[in-house]
């Protein structure tokens, strides 16, 4: 299986990649983003483009996968909407539609949050722009599609969020999560458990289009710990 990341620069993303890496069922592992880990991997390709919003001239580089994990997302902390609009489901959409046109057999993945507003319609304005993001995905005819609502994330093997904000809360509440874990399994996950996941649902599929932190636990549970990642 062929598999390009976006944003693997990300808590989520670096999740992710590690996963693909790991998987022997994982041939080659293209990443997408402004910037690259410079991470040397027999089976990786990472690849620094800044304009998000434009593919053109990459249909050769975006061809022949058979799933892209989209895993770029930012804070909505001190954004506009219109700011975080583009960000959100300008970026997203952009990629996508480039993807459904060279890759129609493609399982596409995208990493929403919890609380995301399917209506489009509530107050809060994170969730009304997820959610567009969410619909306009499920919309555009992939082979198969996924929403992934994670709640709360606890980062693993050395990972770390590039926003300042989520890493005093992560580093802050370290000892705890995985008491919170054990207490509300359905709304702690891994960066492990939501790479897996990503992975089982490219290759298995789910009844389910839109999975909340409960669903994605307990796909994980089903699961075998990846081994072998060099």
Request: hydrophobic share 45%; proline share 4%; net charge positive.
């Amino acid at each position: 299986m062929d598999v390009l990341i976006f944003g693997a620069t990300g808590m989520v993303g670096q999740g992710a990649l590690r996963e693909c890496l790991a998987d022997p069922e994982i041939s080659r592992v293209v990443t997408i983003g402004r910037t690259v880990i410079g991470r040397p991997h027999r089976k990786l390709r990472e690849i620094a483009h800044e304009n998000l919003l434009d593919y053109s001239g990459m249909d050769g580089e975006l061809s022949g996968f058979d799933a892209c994990f989209f895993c770029l997302g930012v804070s909505s902390a001190r954004m506009t909407e219109a700011a975080y609009t583009q960000v959100t489901f300008d970026v997203t959409l952009a990629a996508a539609r480039t993807l459904v046109r060279l890759n129609p057999r493609m399982c596409f993945i995208y990493v929403s949050g919890a609380g995301t507003d399917s209506t489009e319609s509530g107050r809060i304005m994170w969730a009304r722009i997820k959610g567009k993001t969410e619909n306009a995905l499920l919309a555009l005819p992939f082979k198969s599609a996924f929403m992934l609502r994670p709640a709360m994330i606890q980062p693993m093997h050395g990972i770390a969020s590039k926003t300042r904000s989520y890493r005093i809360l992560y580093s802050a509440t370290a000892l705890l999560l995985p008491v919170l874990r054990s207490l509300f399994p359905n709304y702690v996950t891994t960066t492990e458990r939501l790479g897996r996941v990503m992975i089982s649902l490219a290759k298995n599929g789910d009844e389910k289009s839109i999975l909340e932190a409960r669903d994605i636990n307990r796909l994980s549970a089903a699961t075998a710990p990846t081994i072998g990642l060099s």
